[in-house]
């Protein structure tokens, strides 16, 4: 199983890049890599997804090196809304897509 | 707003008792899923369905069940209930599960409590 570790928590200042790295060592060939955020009692919300290299969007992006086995979600310029919990979930169609973990307590700091 | 509706909102009962959350997807989502997340145990995932068929079981207890109806909409039963069974069930929903991606959208999440 692709199972994943990502730090348990993590601080940073208002304005600051805050990058969050997930091992993945046992990913498979087919597996994508996907983040979500989730605010205090409310559902997990699908931040980003990406196979290899880089991807880009509105809110974040992801960088994947070519081993694959690890992975790092980078929120530019954060704001105090950022604090939440980020999940790293490494799998495609083998149940792994759904393994949550413990997440990335970040927390924004004025 | 994801487009997944859950009810009820807050339920409380007590030990022993059975009840039913109750999960309407986005408009054209075929896949289903349960999770259950407690204080001391994280995000679990219980159970999944594909337009009427259950697709991946994760560590769900006997004692629960559930089930996607025709109009897709999907229902989680939980009988003999514990105090260990009070936590947040969420209901997610995504298109189709052979997709190269499989972004989930999560409903608010019903709030057991067991007494």
Known sequence: LAKTTQPISMDSY??????????????????????????????????IQGY??????????LFIPADRKSSTLSLPRVSLSDTAVYYCLVGWNTGNQFYFGTGTSLTVIP | ???????????????????????????????VYWYQQSLDQGLQFLIQYYNGEERAKGNILER?????????????????????????????????TSRSYN?????????????
């Open chain 2, 64 to 96: 629960f069940s559930a089930q996607q109806f025709p109009d897709l909409h999907s229902e989680l039963n939980l009988s003999s209930l514990e105090l260990g069974d009070s936590a947040l069930y969420f209901c997610a929903s995504s298109e189709l």
């Open chain 1, 14 to 47: 208002e304005g600051q890049e805050v990058n969050i790295t997930c091992s993945h060592n046992n990913i498979a060939t087919n597996d994508y890599i996907t983040w979500y955020q989730q605010f205090p009692s409310q559902g997990p919300r699908f931040i």
């Open chain 1, 52 to 61: 290899k290299t880089k991807v880009t969007n509105e809110v974040a992006s």
């Open chain 2, 1 to 31: 707003d994801s487009g997944v509706t859950q009810t009820p909102k807050h339920l409380i009962t007590a030990t022993g008792q059975r009840v039913t959350l109750r999960c309407s997807p986005r408009s054209g989502d075929l896949s």
């Open chain 2, 103 to 115: 972004e989930q959208f999560f409903g608010p999440g019903t709030r057991l409590t067991v007494l």
